[in-house]
């Protein structure tokens, strides 16, 4: 089935730092969307993509949806303790119009102070 | 509060009991989804809903799990003789489109 790699898998930085994931696929997605997960809590929406080559922005939060519609990153500018938390990316793929997601892994943020 | 609402948050069973969740989504959703999350792991879709008709289900929503959304509110979801692999988090979202938004989940431990 339809599969989403996340990479880094995981990133320490230091707080101030610039960060960047992203997320690829062998299949074409019509629509991107980065969540950001705390422990034990559920995913919050950060922002949305709909068209190829789209980029979209939400506060220090960037995100592209790639030309290729098979990929997308996120860029976290001036990083500070509180963006600790795992983001996933997650695909709606194909002719799909369930509003089913597909999600990566997750890539785990870390900031030292 | 007008987000998605999951109840409870945190349920231990004994293996082979049943359970069951509660999820309330945003009011004006009409889309209803449930997926299950293990440590480590992204969410994985189980059972999605248009209204109160269930639409399409994973083949991960083995016989032993049902799903209802009777008016088209709220919904459940029922495990019957739970299993350890059912341990997991078990989450809710809703939406009117495509953007999905997630209640607070229900961690389950079997034990």
């Known amino acids: 089935g339809q599969q989403l790699n996340q990479s880094p898998q995981s990133m320490f930085i230091q707080e101030g730092e610039d960060v960047s994931m992203n997320c690829t696929s062998s299949?074409?997605?019509?629509?991107w969307l980065w969540y950001k997960q705390d422990p034990g809590e559920g995913p919050v929406l950060l922002i949305a993509?709909?068209?190829?080559?789209e980029l979209t922005s939400n506060g220090r939060l960037t995100a592209q949806f790639g030309i290729t519609r098979k990929d997308s990153f996120l860029n976290i500018s001036a990083s500070i303790p509180s963006d600790v938390g795992i983001y996933f990316c997650a695909g709606l793929y194909g002719s799909s119009n369930t509003g089913k997601l597909i999600f990566g892994q997750g890539t785990t943020l870390q900031v030292k102070p | 509060d007008t987000g998605v609402s999951q109840d409870p948050r945190h349920k231990i069973t004994k293996r082979g009991q049943n359970v069951t969740f509660r999820c309330d989504p945003i009011?004006?959703?009409?889309?209803l989804y449930w997926y299950r999350q293990t440590l480590g792991q992204g969410p994985e879709f189980l059972t999605y809903?248009?209204?109160?008709?269930?639409?399409?289900k994973s083949r991960l929503l083995s016989d032993r799990f049902s799903a209802e959304r009777p008016k088209g509110s709220f919904s459940t979801l029922e495990i019957q003789r739970t299993e350890q692999g059912d341990s997991a988090m078990y989450l809710c979202?809703?939406?009117?489109?495509?953007?999905?938004?997630f209640g607070q989940g229900t961690r389950l431990t079997v034990v």
């Open positions: 809903f248009q209204n109160e008709a269930q639409l399409e």
């Open positions: 993509l709909y068209k190829a080559g």
């Open positions: 009011s004006e959703h009409n889309r």
């Open positions: 299949s074409i997605f019509n629509t």
């Open positions: 979202a809703s939406s009117q489109n495509i953007e999905a938004f």
